[in-house]
């Protein structure tokens, strides 16, 4: 096996990290705190993007930096899911920096879902303005009422009746749904109670402006509403919408899921490399420029080892998301489970440890606004949860593992 990027790769790369020498480092902190201040509160029909997005989009459009997580040369860059790993990572070094490229969650997960599932007529309404970064979306799954980390107990609905489908539930963290260009949803719900677990759901795409969708709140954070895109409590109440709005089939649900949360978590882990890199460099900036008791802080209480064991931490997590991002690309999703979802654990879990020892480093500074620690904290925190907890995931690793034992002995 080889990760070795690309050439494709490593110049897609090269160019990507000189626009964000370029542009998005000088504004790194600047851009947090105006969009802190253009939106203050959870009123998430007051809020603003900063107007300088647009104007970094359109430079890396220009700069031929847009949709890089795509596999399409056409539409996008044309890159496998391991040549998109190292992209995504140095993207992950800014809370912000995936939107300027058009590679932000969930965007990206629904245009996978447009591209691989979608007909020619959703594409061509749905596809292609958020391939030209004109709207957003978001993908409604968790509901509050069931626990959401056993997929099977969604009790969101969806009705045939006549030419049209008819949508009710509740759905929440809904990552997007704050945003002021937010106009698309994926509803996925249960049609067909009958079937085995993994036929009983499907996904239907559904304007926001809807009748009958209502926004009722956005939820914080460890008290943050991560304006302008937020994670929102929403009803579907009677929504009708076209049959021509069902993804794929009906009780098709758990299929598309699999394909979109594949390479999906792919992006995630390698943006939250990316932070890590970024927390352990503030981490050890600090350290080396703040003195207490006559010593660099860096000299002080076991910091030298705990820089070592990010360093350590962070590469082993970076090789075993690039193995997976090459099992994706070899051999299919399907057979890249157990590293899937090995990384969900190891990647989310690094980020917090180091951002946390960074924190400290940083002492009541790490706490505050003047660093982005908390941001990068919350991520990590919310990442052990948003793509499934870790519990689930150690389910899966171990599940398959005893497989192989079980393989064996019968073979035997």
């Given at each position: 096996?080889?990760?070795?990027?690309?050439?494709?790769?490593?110049?897609?790369?090269?160019?990507?990290?000189?626009?964000?020498?370029?542009?998005?480092?000088?504004?790194?902190e600047t851009y947090l705190q105006?969009?802190?201040?253009?939106?203050?509160?959870?009123?998430?029909?007051?809020?603003?993007?900063?107007?300088?997005?647009?104007?970094?989009?359109?430079?890396?459009?220009?700069?031929?930096?847009?949709?890089?997580?795509?596999?399409?040369?056409?539409?996008?860059?044309?890159?496998?899911?391991?040549?998109?790993?190292?992209?995504?990572?140095?993207?992950?070094?800014?809370?912000?920096?995936?939107?300027?490229?058009?590679?932000?969650?969930?965007?990206?997960?629904?245009?996978?879902?447009?591209?691989?599932?979608?007909?020619?007529?959703?594409?061509?309404?749905?596809?292609?303005?958020?391939?030209?970064?004109?709207?957003?979306?978001?993908?409604?799954?968790?509901?509050?009422?069931?626990?959401?980390?056993?997929?099977?107990?969604?009790?969101?609905?969806?009705?045939?009746?006549?030419?049209?489908?008819?949508?009710?539930?509740?759905?929440?963290?809904?990552?997007?749904?704050?945003?002021?260009?937010?106009k698309l949803a994926i509803f996925?719900?249960?049609?067909?109670?009958?079937?085995?677990?993994?036929?009983?759901?499907?996904?239907?795409?559904?304007?926001?402006?809807?009748?009958?969708?209502?926004?009722?709140?956005?939820?914080?954070?460890?008290?943050?509403?991560?304006?302008?895109?937020?994670?929102?409590?929403?009803?579907?109440?009677?929504?009708?919408?076209?049959?021509?709005?069902?993804?794929?089939?009906?009780?098709?649900?758990?299929?598309?899921?699999?394909?979109?949360?594949?390479?999906?978590?792919?992006?995630?882990?390698?943006?939250?490399?990316?932070?890590?890199?970024?927390?352990?460099?503030?981490?050890?900036?600090?350290?080396?420029?703040?003195?207490?008791?006559?010593?660099?802080?860096?000299?002080?209480?076991?910091?030298?080892?705990?820089?070592?064991?990010?360093?350590?931490?962070?590469?082993?997590?970076?090789?075993?998301?690039?193995?997976?991002?090459?099992?994706?690309?070899?051999?299919?999703?399907?057979?890249?489970?157990?590293?899937?979802?090995?990384?969900?654990?190891?990647?989310?879990?690094?980020?917090?440890?180091?951002?946390?020892?960074?924190?400290?480093?940083?002492?009541?500074?790490?706490?505050?606004?003047?660093?982005?620690?908390?941001?990068?904290?919350?991520?990590?925190?919310?990442?052990?949860?948003?793509?499934?907890?870790?519990?689930?995931?150690?389910?899966?690793?171990?599940?398959?593992?005893?497989?192989?034992?079980?393989?064996?002995?019968?073979?035997?």
């Open positions: 096996m080889d990760f070795s990027p690309s050439p494709r790769s490593q110049e897609m790369l090269e160019r990507l990290r000189d626009f964000m020498r370029i542009h998005v480092e000088p504004i790194g105006e969009v802190r201040a253009l939106n203050p509160d959870g009123d998430w029909t007051r809020w603003r993007v900063p107007p300088q997005m647009e104007d970094l989009k359109a430079k890396a459009r220009a700069a031929g930096l847009w949709n890089l997580f795509l596999p399409d040369a056409e539409l996008g860059a044309g890159l496998s899911t391991l040549d998109y790993a190292p992209l995504a990572e140095a993207m992950g070094r800014y809370e912000f920096a995936a939107e300027i490229f058009n590679c932000n969650a969930p965007d990206t997960g629904n245009m996978e879902v447009l591209y691989h599932f979608g007909n020619a007529a959703q594409k061509e309404q749905w596809l292609k303005p958020l391939l030209a970064g004109e709207i957003r979306s978001v993908f409604c799954m968790t509901e509050p009422e069931v626990a959401s980390s056993d997929a099977t107990n969604m009790q969101a609905t969806i009705h045939e009746d006549g030419d049209a489908l008819v949508l009710n539930g509740r759905k929440w963290w809904s990552t997007g749904l704050g945003h002021p260009n937010a996925m719900g249960l049609s067909s109670p009958d079937a085995e677990p993994h036929a009983r759901h499907s996904m239907v795409l559904v304007r926001l402006d809807a009748p009958g969708v209502r926004i009722e709140r956005m939820l914080p954070t460890f008290g943050e509403y991560d304006p302008p895109f937020g994670h929102g409590e929403l009803v579907f109440d009677d929504v009708r919408v076209p049959k021509g709005n069902l993804l794929l089939g009906l009780g098709k649900g758990f299929a598309i899921a699999q394909g979109r949360l594949g390479p999906g978590r792919i992006h995630h882990c390698m943006r939250a490399i990316g932070a890590a890199e970024r927390a352990l460099q503030l981490m050890i900036e600090r350290g080396l420029n703040r003195t207490a008791f006559g010593k660099p802080l860096i000299e002080l209480g076991g910091n030298r080892e705990r820089i070592a064991d990010a360093r350590m931490a962070i590469d082993q997590a970076r090789l075993l998301t690039l193995y997976a991002a090459w099992k994706i690309d070899t051999v299919g999703v399907k057979n890249a489970m157990t590293e899937i979802s090995a990384i969900k654990v190891i990647a989310p879990n690094v980020l917090q440890t180091v951002v946390d020892q960074a924190i400290q480093m940083h002492g009541g500074a790490g706490v505050s606004h003047d660093v982005p620690l908390t941001g990068l904290f919350m991520l990590a925190r919310a990442l052990r949860i948003a793509d499934g907890p870790d519990e689930v995931h150690r389910a899966m690793v171990a599940r398959m593992e005893l497989n192989k034992y079980k393989q064996r002995s019968h073979a035997a």
